[in-house]
């Protein structure tokens, strides 16, 4: 059965709202639900009934169910996970906790580190090493296993993981660990060389424990979700979206629920690609914000940039470094504690700062009328007039305007001296530039300028934010696509089933054994296979990385490699090809030193199914003016008051129609912000395209 003939579902369980797409044989049906934090999987049935009775089709009918879901950040982040026994190599004990020997913040006597997921007193220690090729130094001390696996049961641990050092050239070591341990354990055992079979230990040690740590939780989540699925009559197959893009069985999800972090974001950045390859646009950045948090990602010829780790629970905003690490393959984005319902607050030196706590669904921001007092970017907006109040969440929400003001006043408003709305202007301001700072932080660190890009937005909040983004950013195009309130969502139902296999194998370009690399990379597509067959047997595409640097170099840089058995005399392409990228990442390659190694340190193997391309849409950039129907006054930030603003169902627009800005273009999910200083135009496909109307003024009313 094809794609087009099944009918599918997609869920995404955010901090505030869950959101559930329908797609029945290409007509779409949404819903936003909010999250129910004691049982998520409950927003998801009442999701699923809302959206089956709006296409008259039975819960029985689906064909398939793809969810992503931030649980186990959550989990992560929160410290809401199983007590955990970290089993590691005698005198790396302490890893976890040393980290690494860099200062993230360098003048700062104060620093404050992430403190571990496992306290020093759960850490155990056993004799046994193995070399960094993989060679037996010391045997494994077998009773000294044994002596520690009954302490693990007498203690009641939820969970273990196994890390040691060099597990990733030889796991044999680890896997007998686990076998002893099971013995008189019956909590799950993770290990290392299976969940991140890759070079640096803190690293690997790091991303074991995490995944230990939230693999009850949502193993047992993920096996009441498809009891509860099943009892409704949705007796189908359940895939999860992994954090890097790619769809994998409910099984492998629980057995590594680590690779689920960052699951939802990653479904948002395929939405964006899909869109960016629907109109042929090389260079986009998407916005995604939502109501806990706002992403940016650089997608460039359709495809999300991507990292081989990636860090949560950061304690300094910003920082690189200060997280806690997951070791894993992951699309590479910033995230910033942004959406719509990040609380505002005034610092001690009278700034007004949004984020990253949240008001999240419950109890909401104040203006839910569901008990919260602390104003957020939602009471703010409302202030402002971008909402309506009787019609947020299609009219399923109502809001109330007077409380909105009343929290902006009591924690804003009254400490600066400002009116509400006045105050509400500012803490929009701030949320907006915060925004615009992460997504410039993100393009130069990738050594790109953001506003050689084309923005798409998408996510409940963004389309309200996206057009003052753009002002601050100097991005003169936007596309706010049809669904964008439930981005995420559609994206699950793009992605394709696939896996990426990693394995740190130190090859040296002076010594290539063309058979050794052919063995791993062959051992690595089988894996990365075995888990895409799990969901497919359609034609598969590989895709083979290899992360290189030049001998004595502390990081690596990706190289594309052939799908292909490899020769002797290909060592040489390989050179160049890194020389090649070496000098698009820094500007030149380093010859002139004799005797200069190049070598290999991690191979990477992305088996995934082949999808197949959206039709092709030209931008229209111009068209004949839609008048709106209706108007009411709307803050507007680039001339700094409340204008008459035209008020237009996205439903009503014809492709080709054009909607003078300041305009708010509105549906069920989200409302599209038209500032002055742009024009709206609908596209062939329903997609928003906002369009500056002077590009010379580029930035120049940020």
Same mark, same amino acid.
């Given at each position: 059965?094809? =794609?087009?003939?099944?009918? @599918?579902?997609?869920?995404?369980?955010?901090?505030?709202?869950?959101?559930?797409?329908?797609?029945?044989?290409?007509?779409?049906?949404?819903?936003?639900?909010?999250?129910?934090?004691?049982?998520?999987?409950?927003?998801?049935?009442?999701?699923?009934?809302?959206?089956?009775?709006?296409?008259?089709?039975?819960?029985?009918?689906?064909?398939?169910?793809?969810?992503?879901?931030?649980?186990?950040? &959550?989990?992560?982040?929160?410290?809401?996970?199983?007590?955990? +026994?970290?089993?590691?190599? $005698?005198?790396? @004990?302490?890893?976890?906790?040393?980290?690494?020997?860099?200062?993230?913040?360098? #003048?700062?006597?104060?620093?404050?580190?992430?403190?571990?997921?496992?306290?020093?007193?759960?850490?155990?220690?056993? %004799?046994?090493?193995?070399?960094?090729?993989?060679?037996?130094?010391?045997?494994?001390?077998?009773?000294?296993?044994?002596?520690?696996?009954?302490?693990?049961?007498?203690?009641?641990?939820?969970?273990?993981?196994?890390?040691?050092?060099?597990?990733?050239? &030889?796991?044999?070591?680890?896997?007998?660990?686990?076998?002893?341990?099971?013995?008189?354990?019956? +909590?799950?055992?993770?290990?290392?060389? $299976?969940?991140?079979?890759?070079?640096?230990?803190?690293?690997?040690?790091?991303? /074991?424990?995490?995944?230990?740590?939230?693999?009850?939780?949502?193993?047992?989540?993920?096996?009441?979700?498809? /009891?509860?699925?099943?009892?409704?009559?949705?007796?189908?197959?359940?895939?999860?979206?992994?954090?890097?893009?790619?769809?994998?069985?409910?099984?492998?999800?629980?057995?590594?629920?680590?690779?689920?972090?960052?699951?939802?974001?990653?479904?948002?950045?395929?939405?964006?690609?899909?869109?960016?390859?629907?109109?042929?646009?090389?260079?986009?950045?998407? #916005?995604?914000?939502?109501?806990?948090?706002?992403?940016?990602?650089?997608?460039?010829?359709?495809?999300?940039?991507?990292?081989?780790?990636?860090?949560? =629970?950061?304690?300094?905003?910003?920082?690189?470094?200060?997280?806690?690490?997951?070791?894993?393959?992951?699309?590479?984005?910033?995230?910033?504690?942004?959406?719509?319902?990040?609380?505002?607050?005034?610092?001690?030196?009278?700034?007004?700062?949004?984020?990253?706590?949240?008001?999240?669904?419950?109890?909401?921001?104040?203006? #839910?009328?569901?008990?919260?007092?602390?104003?957020?970017?939602?009471?703010?907006?409302?202030?402002?007039?971008?909402?309506?109040?009787?019609?947020? =969440?299609?009219?399923?929400?109502?809001?109330?305007?007077?409380?909105?003001?009343?929290?902006?006043?009591?924690?804003?408003?009254?400490?600066?001296?400002? !009116?509400?709305?006045?105050?509400?202007?500012?803490?929009?301001?701030?949320?907006? $530039?915060?925004?615009?700072?992460?997504?410039?932080?993100?393009?130069?660190?990738?050594?790109?300028?953001?506003?050689?890009?084309?923005?798409?937005?998408?996510?409940?909040?963004?389309?309200?934010?996206?057009?003052?983004?753009?002002?601050?950013?100097?991005?003169?195009?936007?596309?706010?696509?049809?669904?964008?309130?439930?981005?995420?969502?559609?994206?699950?139902? %793009?992605?394709?089933?696939?896996?990426?296999?990693?394995?740190?194998?130190?090859?040296?370009?002076?010594?290539?054994?063309?058979?050794?690399?052919?063995?791993?990379?062959?051992?690595?597509?089988?894996?990365?296979?075995?888990?895409?067959?799990?969901? !497919?047997?359609?034609?598969?595409?590989?895709?083979?990385?290899?992360?290189?640097?030049?001998?004595?170099?502390?990081?690596?840089?990706?190289?594309?490699?052939?799908?292909?058995?490899?020769?002797?005399?290909?060592?040489?392409?390989? @050179?160049?090809?890194?020389?090649?990228?070496?000098?698009?990442?820094?500007?030149?390659?380093?010859?002139?030193?004799?005797?200069?190694?190049?070598?290999?340190?991690?191979?990477?193997? %992305?088996?995934?199914?082949? @999808?197949?391309?959206?039709?092709?849409?030209?931008?229209?950039?111009?068209?004949?003016?839609?008048?709106?129907? !209706?108007?009411?006054? /709307?803050?507007?930030?680039?001339?700094?008051?409340?204008?008459?603003?035209?008020?237009?169902?996205?439903?009503?627009?014809?492709?080709?129609?054009?909607?003078?800005?300041?305009?708010?273009?509105? $549906?069920?999910?989200?409302?599209?912000?038209?500032?002055?200083?742009?024009?709206?135009?609908?596209?062939?496909?329903?997609?928003?395209?906002?369009?500056?109307?002077?590009?010379?003024?580029?930035?120049?009313?940020?």
């Amino acid at each position: 059965m094809t =794609a087009l003939s099944q009918i @599918r579902l997609g869920a995404d369980i955010g901090g505030t709202f869950t959101d559930i797409v329908l797609d029945v044989r290409g007509m779409i049906h949404s819903t936003k639900v909010l999250t129910n934090y004691a049982k998520p999987e409950q927003a998801i049935l009442d999701g699923i009934a809302i959206v089956t009775k709006e296409a008259g089709v039975a819960p029985s009918a689906l064909d398939i169910v793809v969810h992503g879901t931030t649980l186990a950040t &959550n989990a992560l982040i929160e410290r809401r996970g199983a007590r955990t +026994a970290f089993v590691t190599t $005698e005198g790396f @004990r302490d890893v976890i906790e040393m980290r690494t020997e860099n200062r993230f913040e360098q #003048y700062d006597l104060g620093i404050r580190l992430p403190t571990p997921l496992v306290p020093r007193e759960d850490r155990f220690t056993v %004799k046994g090493r193995i070399n960094a090729r993989g060679q037996e130094l010391q045997p494994l001390d077998e009773a000294a296993l044994e002596a520690i696996a009954d302490r693990i049961a007498a203690e009641g641990f939820g969970a273990v993981a196994i890390g040691f050092i060099h597990a990733y050239a &030889n796991p044999a070591p680890e896997r007998r660990a686990r076998e002893i341990i099971a013995r008189k354990v019956k +909590a799950p055992i993770s290990i290392s060389s $299976e969940v991140s079979p890759q070079m640096r230990e803190f690293e690997r040690f790091n991303t /074991v424990c995490a995944n230990a740590y939230v693999r009850p939780q949502m193993a047992d989540y993920l096996d009441r979700l498809q /009891v509860r699925l099943r009892e409704m009559g949705a007796d189908c197959p359940v895939f999860m979206i992994h954090s890097g893009g790619g769809l994998v069985s409910v099984e492998t999800a629980a057995e590594f629920p680590v690779r689920l972090v960052e699951s939802g974001p990653a479904g948002g950045a395929i939405f964006a690609a899909d869109i960016a390859r629907r109109f042929d646009l090389d260079h986009v950045v998407s #916005y995604d914000m939502g109501g806990t948090t706002a992403k940016i990602c650089l997608i460039e010829d359709f495809q999300p940039r991507t990292a081989r780790s990636f860090e949560v =629970a950061r304690t300094y905003r910003f920082c690189k470094g200060s997280g806690m690490p997951i070791s894993i393959p992951v699309i590479e984005m910033i995230e910033i504690g942004a959406g719509g319902g990040s609380i505002a607050w005034v610092d001690a030196m009278g700034r007004i700062q949004t984020g990253p706590e949240s008001a999240a669904s419950e109890p909401g921001p104040a203006c #839910y009328q569901r008990g919260g007092k602390r104003p957020a970017i939602t009471d703010a907006d409302l202030v402002l007039a971008k909402l309506d109040p009787d019609n947020f =969440a299609g009219g399923a929400i109502k809001l109330s305007v007077e409380k909105a003001e009343a929290a902006i006043a009591a924690d804003v408003g009254e400490r600066l001296r400002l !009116t509400p709305q006045a105050a509400a202007f500012g803490i929009g301001e701030v949320v907006d $530039e915060n925004m615009a700072n992460a997504a410039r932080v993100h393009a130069v660190e990738n050594g790109k300028n953001i506003s050689d890009n084309i923005m798409i937005a998408f996510g409940g909040a963004a389309p309200l934010h996206a057009a003052r983004l753009c002002e601050k950013l100097g991005v003169d195009l936007c596309l706010v696509p049809e669904g964008a309130g439930v981005g995420s969502a559609i994206g699950f139902l %793009k992605a394709p089933f696939g896996y990426e296999a990693v394995a740190s194998r130190l090859v040296r370009l002076s010594a290539f054994d063309a058979t050794e690399v052919n063995g791993l990379l062959s051992g690595l597509k089988a894996t990365a296979e075995a888990f895409v067959r799990s969901g !497919t047997d359609g034609k598969l595409l590989c895709e083979i990385t290899a992360f290189m640097r030049y001998a004595g170099q502390g990081w690596e840089i990706p190289v594309s490699l052939p799908d292909r058995p490899f020769a002797a005399a290909d060592a040489e392409a390989i @050179r160049e090809s890194f020389r090649e990228n070496y000098a698009r990442f820094f500007g030149r390659a380093i010859d002139g030193l004799d005797g200069l190694e190049i070598e290999i340190v991690t191979w990477s193997v %992305k088996v995934q199914d082949e @999808r197949p391309a959206p039709a092709r849409q030209e931008l229209i950039r111009d068209g004949a003016v839609h008048a709106p129907a !209706t108007a009411r006054k /709307v803050f507007d930030p680039t001339k700094g008051a409340f204008l008459p603003t035209g008020i237009v169902e996205r439903q009503t627009l014809k492709p080709g129609a054009k909607v003078v800005g300041p305009a708010i273009i509105v $549906e069920r999910e989200t409302s599209t912000v038209v500032t002055s200083p742009f024009d709206a135009v609908l596209q062939g496909d329903g997609t928003i395209l906002l369009v500056r109307k002077d590009p010379s003024k580029t930035g120049a009313s940020a």
